[in-house]
C-alpha cells in the first residue's frame, strides 16, 4: 500500500488572507475586491479589513458575488443583495437544524 | 477527450442570435446555480453552460467553434486537429483567464492554456505565470472537528503535454484536519493548486470544509445541538445520567422537575478553537409503554393518585 505524506495547511481566519491572495483566489483583480470594499459590499463590519486581511467568510461571500455577477451580467450591488439573501437563507437554515426542525 | 456540442448544452439552435443565447444562458443559470439549485449535479452543469457561453456569446470563438463542429457531433472522439484555429485570433472576451481552472479538458484544449502552448496567445519564450488557485469541498465528521483527522482527497488536476494538450490527472493528498475547524471554513494547501505555466509557480489550494449530517448533532458556527432522551423519573426526580457527545461519554446532571425542551448548556464542550463553542443538551422525555401488566397498574395508580392535568396548567 502506498504511503502518501501528510499535507497540512493554514486553517484560514486563524490565519487571514492578503489583499492579493484573496483577489487570486476569486480570480479576480484587486481592483474587483478593492472597489466592493469601498461600496461596502465586501468584509463590511469586518474587524480585519481596516488592515486589509480577510476571513473564510470573506472569501465564500467575494466567490459567490464574483460568480453571480459573471453568471447573471448581475450589478455588483445586485449580486451583493442576492449573496446577503443566501447568507441569510443559511443562517435560518441553520437555526431550524440547531432547533431541530 | 470527447467533443462537447455547446449549441446542444445551452438547448439553442445553431442559428442563435446573441441575444437568443444570453437568454437561454440565463435561464440554465437560475436553474443550475449551485448556490440555489436542488439538481445533484449543478456544479458540473453551471461549468458546462458557462463554458458554453463563454465559446458562443464571443464571435471569433464562436466562428472557430462553428467550424470545427462541422466535423464533430456531440459525445464524439476528439483531438483538436493541429493549428485548427489558424486565421481566429481570441480577443479573450467572455470568460476569464482563471475561468481556465473551472473548465473542461475540451475547452482548455481549444481556448485555454493548451492553445496557449502550442505557440498561440501569450506563451512566448520566457512567458511565466502562476497556477490557478483552486477550490474543493472536503466532508468531514463532526468528531473530526474534535479531534481533529486526516482525510484523503482525490482530485483531477489539468496537466499539459509537451504538444500542449491537455488531459486530466487524479491527484491524492492525504490531508491533515485541523482540530478545532468549523463548517465554511477554509483551509489553503500551498502550491497545490493548478500547475504554473511556462515553470511559473503552482497555484494554492482552498478547502471549504462541510460536516457530514448526523441526526444525533445539529452545529450552528462552533456550539453543538443535541437531544437526550430521559426517562419521566429522571427528569422528575433528577439524575444523573451519561450520553455520548462528539467529544465522548460524558456524566450530566438532569435537574430535578425537567420537562422536555430543556437545554443544558455545557460550556466549552461544543468544537474547540480559541472561542470554544458550547455543547447545548435538550432533554426529550420518553414514556414507557403500557404493554403490560405492571406498566399499565403504575400509569393506573399515577392517574388516580396525581392530580394533574396539563391542559389546566397551559390554560387549556
Not at chain 2, 18 to 25: D, G, P
Not at chain 2, 144 to 163: E, K
Request: proline share 6%.
Amino acid at each position: 500500500m502506498v504511503q502518501r505524506a501528510i499535507t497540512s495547511g493554514d486553517l484560514i481566519d486563524e490565519a487571514t488572507l492578503t489583499l492579493d491572495e484573496l483577489a487570486r483566489a476569486c480570480s479576480v483583480e484587486t481592483d474587483w475586491v478593492i472597489e466592493r470594499i469601498e461600496s461596502g459590499l465586501l468584509a463590511d463590519g469586518s474587524p480585519y479589513v481596516a488592515s486589509w486581511r480577510f476571513t473564510s467568510h470573506d472569501l465564500t461571500r467575494a466567490r459567490r458575488m464574483h460568480q453571480l455577477e459573471r453568471d447573471f451580467e448581475a450589478a455588483p450591488e445586485l449580486a451583493a443583495l442576492a449573496a446577503d439573501l443566501i447568507e441569510e437563507n443559511q443562517r435560518l437554515k441553520d437555526r431550524l437544524r440547531a432547533a431541530g426542525l | 477527450m470527447e467533443f462537447k456540442d455547446y449549441y446542444q448544452v445551452l438547448g439553442v439552435e445553431k442559428t442563435a442570435t446573441a441575444e437568443e443565447i444570453k437568454k437561454a444562458y440565463r435561464k440554465l443559470a437560475r436553474k443550475f446555480h449551485p448556490d440555489v439549485s436542488k439538481e445533484l449535479d449543478a456544479e458540473q452543469r453551471m461549468q458546462e453552460i458557462n463554458e458554453a457561453k463563454a465559446v458562443l456569446s464571443d464571435p471569433e470563438k464562436r466562428l472557430a467553434y462553428d467550424q470545427l463542429a462541422q466535423q464533430y457531433h456531440s459525445g464524439q472522439d476528439f483531438q483538436p486537429p493541429p493549428d485548427w484555429d489558424a486565421g481566429f485570433e481570441y480577443s479573450g472576451r467572455g470568460f476569464e483567464e482563471a475561468d481556465l481552472g473551472e473548465f473542461s479538458d475540451f475547452f482548455a484544449n481549444l481556448f485555454g492554456q493548451g492553445s496557449r502552448q502550442r505557440g498561440g496567445g501569450r506563451a512566448g519564450r520566457g512567458y511565466q505565470m502562476r497556477g490557478e488557485d483552486r477550490h474543493a469541498k472536503v466532508v468531514i465528521d463532526l468528531k473530526d472537528a474534535y479531534l481533529g483527522a486526516t482525510r484523503s482527497i482525490t482530485l483531477l488536476v489539468p496537466q499539459v503535454d509537451a504538444q500542449g494538450r491537455v488531459s486530466s490527472k487524479e491527484h491524492t493528498l492525504n490531508v491533515g484536519i485541523p482540530k478545532g475547524v468549523k463548517a465554511g471554513q477554509h483551509i489553503r494547501l500551498s502550491g497545490q493548486g493548478s500547475p504554473g505555466i511556462g515553470g511559473g509557480p503552482a497555484g494554492d489550494l482552498f478547502l471549504e470544509i462541510h460536516f457530514i449530517p448526523d441526526p444525533r448533532y445539529r452545529v450552528e458556527g462552533r456550539d453543538v445541538h443535541q437531544t437526550v432522551p430521559v426517562t419521566p423519573w429522571e427528569a422528575a426526580l433528577g439524575a444523573s445520567i451519561e450520553t455520548p457527545t462528539p467529544s465522548g461519554i460524558v456524566k450530566l446532571k438532569v435537574p430535578a422537575g425537567s420537562q422536555s425542551g430543556r437545554r443544558l448548556r455545557l460550556k466549552g464542550r461544543g468544537i474547540p478553537g480559541p472561542d470554544p463553542g458550547d455543547l447545548y443538551v435538550e432533554l426529550a422525555v420518553v414514556l414507557p409503554p403500557a404493554d403490560s401488566d405492571k406498566a399499565r397498574e403504575l400509569y393506573e395508580t399515577m392517574a388516580r393518585e396525581l392530580a394533574f392535568d396539563p391542559r389546566q396548567r397551559k390554560g387549556g
